[in-house]
T-cell receptor, first 112, second 111 residues
Framework: DQQVKQNSPSLSVQEGRISILNCDYT??????FLWYKKYPAEGPTFLIS?????DKNEDGRFTVFLNKSAKHLSLHIVPSQPGDSAVYFC???????????FGTGTRLTIIP | DSGVTQTPKHLITATGQRVTLRCSPR?????VYWYQQSLDQGLQFLIQ???????AKGNILERFSAQQFPDLHSELNLSSLELGDSALYFC??????????FGSGTRLTVV
């Protein structure tokens, strides 16, 4: 039972344009959502998070949007840079320090 | 350096063997989580320890076990290894009100 889904295994975006990564979840008990970035041979690195009391959180070039009614969140990266090429994982939890349930990841490639 | 240390970085072993993966959490973090990432898969939660006590269990096989010691480091023991156990094993630690921090992982190859 995949409670967190990232339906796009890969995405290619031109440098300077906007990258939009999507994530859907099924468990309505999730109230905290995170995005992680992962390079090969490294552990996931925290990018940005959002709690269910908000619908948007912004940090520099990264913005996460949460649509609770649709059980959908998205990560916007603008402008996209070559160093953004990595695998991005969406994760969700019930509470901020409970176990995370991860999606299967989206491989983002930024084309120079 | 995330502050979470995992050893060894790479491990190659034969089927049927037993291995121990070690994790030292970030200083002050009380919770340790173990995750498994198989090829092209997301990270699957295995088990969580909080201040020495098991707190939550995920899809952890009976052949796998873990513990957290008084100094808060944790070990994940994998026994009767099968080819399908080949994966990246990540440890993460956290402190209440702060987020997760992941280690760089142990790549286990079972041959």
């Amino acid at each position: 039972d995949q409670q967190v889904k990232q339906n796009s295994p890969s995405l290619s975006v031109q440098e300077g344009r906007i990258s939009i990564l999507n994530c859907d979840y099924t468990n309505s008990m999730f109230d905290y959502f995170l995005w992680y970035k992962k390079y090969p041979a490294e552990g996931p690195t925290f990018l940005i998070s959002i709690s269910s009391i908000k619908d948007k959180n912004e940090d520099g070039r990264f913005t996460v949007f949460l649509n609770k009614s649709a059980k959908h969140l998205s990560l916007h990266i603008v402008p996209s840079q070559p160093g953004d090429s990595a695998v991005y994982f969406c994760a969700a939890s019930r509470g901020g320090n409970e176990k995370l349930t991860f999606g299967t990841g989206t491989r983002l490639t930024i084309i120079p | 350096d995330s502050g979470v240390t995992q050893t060894p970085k790479h491990l190659i072993t034969a089927t049927g063997q037993r291995v121990t993966l070690r994790c030292s959490p970030r200083s002050g973090d009380l919770s340790v989580y173990w995750y498994q990432q198989s090829l092209d898969q997301g990270l699957q939660f295995l088990i969580q320890y909080y201040n020495g006590e098991e707190r939550a269990k995920g899809n952890i096989l009976e052949r796998f076990s873990a513990q957290q010691f008084p100094d808060l480091h944790s070990e994940l023991n994998l026994s009767s290894l099968e080819l399908g156990d080949s994966a990246l094993y990540f440890c993460a630690s956290s402190l209440p009100s702060y987020g997760y921090t992941f280690g760089s992982g142990t790549r286990l190859t079972v041959v």
